[in-house]
């Protein structure tokens, strides 16, 4: 059974600056992605970036050039930088595996998300 964790989430102003990061567990295909999505209040599940197995990144427009993926395989952790926070990166964040790129469709394993809230 795969287990995901998110953690790091919370409260900052915006220009700031957050680390979010997703500890896994159980047996995950070595061919899957790890991802980050978020969904904020009275929107749809948004995918924001995604690695491979060989660490090729894939970011959405709204966070490229802020926001950093990254994986420490010998920790079994999920990481994303973000950056520059602008107020309309408040969501709940959550991590997923099992999937290709930024396809939520292809995910089958999430996490219970993070709350990141940036304020004006």
């Known amino acids: 059974q795969v287990q995901l964790v998110e953690s790091g989430g919370g409260s900052v102003q915006a220009g700031g600056s957050l680390t979010l990061s997703c500890l896994s567990s159980?047996?995950?295909?070595?061919?899957?992605?790890m991802a980050w999505y978020r969904q904020a209040p009275g929107k749809g599940r948004e995918g924001i970036a995604a690695i491979s197995p060989d660490s090729v990144r894939f970011y959405a427009r709204s966070v490229q050039g802020r926001f950093i993926i990254s994986q420490d395989n010998a920790k079994n952790t999920l990481y994303l930088r973000m950056n520059s926070l602008k107020p309309e990166d408040t969501a709940m964040y959550y991590c997923a595996t099992g999937g290709f790129g930024l396809d939520s469709k292809t995910y089958n394993y999430w996490g219970q998300g993070t709350q990141v809230t940036v304020s004006s």
């Open positions: 159980g047996y995950i295909d070595n061919g899957a992605h």
